[in-house]
């Protein structure tokens, strides 16, 4: 063996030895070493040795980035796995894990809550249906008689997908799809009477009163000779059954583009009588929630002919009810997973 196949195999095998106990196996490849014997190669004149030479290096180089192709393949082939469940389907089962027991765990109190709402409004005749956490431009604007160059639209700064789907901003993209369901019932003589909840999202400046997911309940009647009596009745039945106790309210003109007349539903403070408290700051009224008659072109686009019939639509937050119920002073409790605060509600 001659003197430069000498330096190369021993070059060689320091480079192996190191390559089997590093971590970062491609740093092999800008090894000192390695770059040492291309200068080599420089200093040495044309002919047969330097080919040769040259020919050693580049199958040393070759012969370790092979090594290092393989050590980042896996060492076995692994079947796919779904990450989110929590084993499984042909998992034995006594080699599935543990779940924790329900005593470990409790409702959250907007959940818990929200069935407490919708056992009231089941008993007033209303059906429930769910809100989908993603939707389209036509269910969250245009439907609701936004069109595409409506100015309104720019009180909704929503999320949206690189696909153009809508996070929903409220629980009203769902008042398309009851309205045009629903038409079977107005023939047969029966109201459109469906509350609608929902987790919407919204892109706020987050504080104790706003946060950025929340929860709404949607509310939607429909029928012949509907009014805003109607409504306001509605709404004030709810909530005394929800507090437990009677409540003065009054509403004041608002602008939606979905409802006409619109109104702002206030009701007289539960906490401290209308004398004025932290919670209804100083004034003895609490701001609530938005609802209106049911605009005509939100009527016409489900092809419900608005001249034969009325109905009214609110939206409110199911988080502000459940604050106000429990005094909960911050908003973002709901949302931090925060168990002390959660254990208060167990």
Partial sequence: MDYKSDVINKTAKTLRERLAKTEDKKSILRAPELGALYEHLKTLTAGKLRADFGKEINALKTELEKLVSESAMPAETREPI??????????????????LPAESGSKHP?????????????????????????DDDWHMFTSLNFPPDHPARADYDTFTTTEGLVAPAHTSTMQNRVLSAGREDLAAGRPIAVVIPGRVFRNEDLDSRHEHTFYQLEGVYVDRGVNAGNLIATLKAFLEEYFGQSLEVKTQPFYF???????EFTLSCPFCGKAGCNICSQTGWIELLGCGMIHPNVLKMAKIDGGEYSGFAWGMGIDRLVMMKYGIEDVRHFESGNLKFLRQFA
């Fill in 257 to 263: 583009p979905f409802t006409e007349p619109s109104f």
């Fill in 110 to 134: 907007v959940m818990a809550e929200l069935e407490k709402i919708l056992d009231i409004f089941g008993r007033m005749g209303f059906s429930a249906v769910e809100s989908p956490e993603l």
């Fill in 82 to 99: 779904d990450v989110t469940a929590p084993f499984g389907i042909n998992t034995p089962l006594n080699k599935r894990p543990g779940l």
